[in-house]
Nanobody, 125 residues
Framework: QVQLAESGGGLVQAGGSRRLSCAAS????????MAWFRQALGKEREFVAA????????YYVDSVKGRFTISRDNAKNTVYLQMNSLKPEDTAVYYC??????????????????WGQGTQVTVSS
């Protein structure tokens, strides 16, 4: 049974940092793309960042470039999202996802097969 278990969410002040973790289990993800999406209250789920498990190539939405970093630890089968310089508009439920999207098209939710339960990140001003 495939599981993606997120952790690390919480309350943080604007300008602060937070690291999210996504522990993956149940299958081999070596040919998968691992991604983070987020969904703010009343809004659609949006792409944040992705990483190709095999090559480590990363992708980011423009609004987080230079502030967020996605990485993976092969030994621990875990993907991380390091979030720095957080803003109130980063407040959302953050979801980990795994899939095999088309080349260079990382931001469509329908291309991801597996999803975690989400973790809330709240940034106070």
């Amino acid at each position: 049974q495939v599981q993606l278990a997120e952790s690390g969410g919480g309350l943080v002040q604007a300008g602060g940092s937070r690291r999210l973790s996504c522990a993956a289990s149940g299958r081999t993800f070596s040919n998968y793309v691992m991604a983070w999406f987020r969904q703010a209250l009343g809004k659609e789920r949006e792409f944040v960042a992705a990483i190709r498990w095999s090559s480590g190539i990363t992708y980011y939405v423009d609004s987080v470039k230079g502030r967020f970093t996605i990485s993976r630890d092969n030994a621990k089968n875990t993907v991380y999202l390091q979030m720095n310089s957080l803003k109130p508009e980063d407040t959302a439920v953050y979801y980990c996802a795994a899939g095999r999207p088309p080349f260079r098209i990382m931001d469509r939710t329908r291309d991801y097969e597996y999803w975690g339960q989400g973790t809330q990140v709240t940034v106070s001003s």
